[in-house]
Structures are given as structure tokens and as C-alpha cells.
């Protein structure tokens, strides 16, 4: 199993911060196959960028995603105050596998 | 416009079993691999089942191997999931999830609530 580790697990930011939360792989992992999700309070997960780089529909270009190999990040470039939510990386390595990091929550200061 | 529907989640005792429902619209869900992903109390996010477009392929992970059966009706565009021999550890929100092609989930349900305890 492709084991994904988020951090940091919690991080706090001020309004128009910019935050980076990194998601590490205990194997490479195709950057085609990289993805991240938001998920708000009481909310389902919603897809966010797909394919380490590319935003989801509806997605604000403050949210830039980079990465390759084992090492993959997300980037929002001035913290709004809907960003305020857990933020989870996936991978996927082949039917049926797939695996989720832990998550980062963003909390706002 | 896509949705995803899930019921049939409550309050089971240990070793007890439950049949949960994902009625999904505004696709082809026939076209569609899906999965069952539930997030535990700790907000952990795991996949549970894994059925193919036509429902001929089937995996689970260990955690759940031999207890949990996915199933799918295509002709009521519908996913199902039966769970037996329930233990505290499958308490969780139990998510449906469209798989898209590039092996994103692009659209989930509102999740259903397993809770096993005595």
C-alpha cells in the first residue's frame, strides 16, 4: 500500500496568508494519478485539483497544486475565509487502490 | 445535474449486519466504476468496496474482506453495499463516490452514519 502523509495535520493562517501543506508518499507516485480534495465542516469531500496541478471546476486560482514523484503540494496564495476546511491528498496505483492522506486542517486565525 | 443519494445507515449492535443504498441521477450510471468510502471519527478516508461499470469486478480491502459486499443494480441506477458481522471499528460515514477516468472521485453522496456499538 502507497502509504500518503500530510503535513503539517493542523495549520493556522491569517486572512491573505499564504500556505503551503505537503503530502509525502512512501512510494512514487504517478503525477496523473495525484489528487486533493476540500472538505468543510458537515460537508463531503469535494474534488479540488486533480492530476497535482490541475484545478477542479469552480476552483479559485489561489489554489495551485505541484509535485512529482513522492512529494506533492498544495498551495493557496492569499487564505480566504471560505478556505477554512481539511484538505486531503489521494492516490491512485492500480484497481482497486486507493489511498487518502490524513488530511491538513486550515484553520483561520 | 449528477447526484448521489445514500441511506440505510443507523445503529447496529456487534456481529449485526446492514444493507446501505446509493440512488444516483443526471448520469450514465452504467459508464461508471464506484466505490464505497467511509470516513472514520478520526476523519480518515478509506476505501470499503470497489465494483466495475458492469458489476463483474469486485475488490475489497482486508479490513472489511468477507463481511462487506458491494453490489449494484444499473437498470435502478442504483449502488449497494450489504455489511455483516458489523464490529466498533466500521462505525464511520459511509460515502458513495463516482470514480471519474482519471481516478478522481468527482462526485460523492451526503454520506450515511454506521454507528456499531451495543
Known amino acids: 500500500e502507497n502509504v500518503l502523509t500530510q503535513s503539517p495535520a493542523i495549520m493556522a493562517a491569517s486572512l491573505g496568508q499564504k500556505v503551503t501543506m505537503t503530502c509525502s508518499a512512501s512510494?512514487?507516485?504517478?503525477?496523473?494519478?495525484l489528487h486533493w480534495y476540500q472538505q468543510k465542516s458537515g460537508a463531503s469531500p469535494k474534488p479540488l485539483i486533480h492530476?497535482?496541478?490541475n484545478l477542479a471546476s469552480g476552483v479559485p486560482a489561489r489554489f495551485s497544486g505541484s509535485g512529482s514523484g513522492t512529494s506533492y503540494s498544495l498551495t493557496i496564495s492569499s487564505v480566504e475565509a471560505e478556505d477554512d476546511a481539511t484538505y486531503y491528498c489521494?492516490?491512485?496505483?492500480?484497481?482497486?487502490?486507493?489511498?487518502f492522506g490524513a488530511g491538513t486542517k486550515l484553520e483561520l486565525k | 445535474e449528477v447526484k448521489l443519494v445514500e441511506s440505510g445507515g443507523g445503529l447496529v449492535q456487534p456481529g449485526g449486519s446492514l444493507k446501505l443504498s446509493c440512488a444516483t441521477s443526471?448520469?450514465?450510471?452504467?459508464?461508471?466504476?464506484m466505490y464505497w468510502v467511509r470516513q472514520t471519527p478520526e476523519k480518515r478516508l478509506e476505501w470499503v468496496a470497489y465494483?466495475?461499470?458492469?458489476?463483474?469486478?469486485?475488490y475489497y480491502p482486508d479490513t472489511v474482506k468477507g463481511r462487506f459486499t458491494i453490489s449494484r443494480d444499473n437498470a435502478k441506477n442504483t449502488l449497494y453495499l450489504q455489511m455483516s458481522r458489523l464490529k466498533s471499528e466500521d462505525t464511520a460515514m459511509y460515502y458513495c463516490?463516482?470514480?471519474?477516468?482519471?481516478?478522481?472521485?468527482?462526485?460523492w453522496g451526503q454520506g450515511t452514519t454506521l454507528t456499531v456499538s451495543s
Open positions: 463516490a463516482r470514480l471519474q477516468s482519471t481516478m478522481i472521485f468527482d462526485y
Open positions: 443526471g448520469f450514465t450510471f452504467s459508464d461508471y466504476y
Open positions: 465494483i466495475s461499470n458492469g458489476g463483474g469486478s469486485t
Open positions: 512510494s512514487s507516485v504517478s503525477s496523473s494519478y
Open positions: 492530476r497535482t496541478s
Open positions: 489521494q492516490q491512485w496505483s492500480g484497481y482497486p487502490f486507493i489511498t
